[in-house]
Each structure stands twice: as structure tokens, then as C-alpha cells.
């Protein structure tokens, strides 16, 4: 049964980097579209960014424009998000999921399968 792993969270001050991986065990992914959400505490999922099965980039939040780059490896069925210039905000859970469709979404009811995810705490 595929599943998805995330790595790479934890604490980082603001104005630092981190990079998350996301990598699929059990089957291949094929031509999914893959993304990245987040949720702070207390609010909602939000999607970060999501590559399409065309291998296209879409990103989703202002607040992050410019600070993150999100990269797919179809061969090695893995996923990163590498993020700079953290600030408090930016804590919260991070999630890699996926739908078994080419297309991209931002809204969370349109994927079906997720990793746990991964904590990242920023610190002023």
C-alpha cells in the first residue's frame, strides 16, 4: 500500500532554512499531482505548493512567495521543499499529499492520501 514520509522538520530560528522531504514507500506514484500544505495551530490546512503529473510548479502562498522551491524526483519517487527566511509565522504542521490525478489543487479535500506530516517551530 503506498504511503507518503515526511522528513526534515523541527526547530529553526527566523532567517533560517530548512528542507522537508516527502517520499512515497509501497507502489509509485506515477504522474500524481504532489503537493505540500501546511496547518498552524488552531487554523486551517493551507496548500504551500504542488507539482503536477505535467511536472508543473504551482504556489499557493503569499506569505511564502519567493522564500520556497518545491522539487519532484519522479525516479526516486520523492518530493523537497526547501524553505528560507523563516519567521514565527511560518510554524505549523507540514503535510505531503498526493491525488491520484495530473492536475494541481489547492484545497485539501481534493487529496486522498497523506503523509503524517512534520512539526517545524520557528523561534524569534
Known amino acids: 500500500q503506498l504511503q507518503l514520509v515526511e522528513s526534515g522538520g523541527g526547530l529553526v530560528q527566523s532567517g533560517g532554512s530548512l528542507r522537508l522531504s516527502c517520499a512515497a514507500s509501497?507502489?509509485?506514484?506515477?504522474?500524481?499531482?504532489i503537493a505540500w500544505f501546511r496547518q498552524a495551530p488552531g487554523k486551517e490546512r493551507v496548500g504551500v505548493s504542488c507539482?503536477?503529473?505535467?511536472?508543473?510548479?504551482?504556489n499557493y502562498l503569499d506569505s511564502v512567495e519567493g522564500r520556497v522551491t518545491m522539487s519532484r524526483d519522479n525516479f526516486k519517487n520523492t518530493v523537497t521543499l526547501q524553505m528560507n527566511a523563516f519567521n514565527p509565522q511560518d510554524t505549523g504542521v507540514y503535510y505531503c499529499t498526493m491525488k491520484p490525478v495530473l492536475a494541481c489543487s489547492n484545497s485539501p479535500r481534493n487529496f486522498d492520501l497523506w503523509g503524517q506530516g512534520t512539526q517545524i517551530v520557528v523561534s524569534p
Open positions: 509501497g507502489g509509485d506514484w506515477g504522474f500524481s499531482a
Open positions: 507539482i503536477s503529473g505535467y511536472g508543473i510548479r504551482e
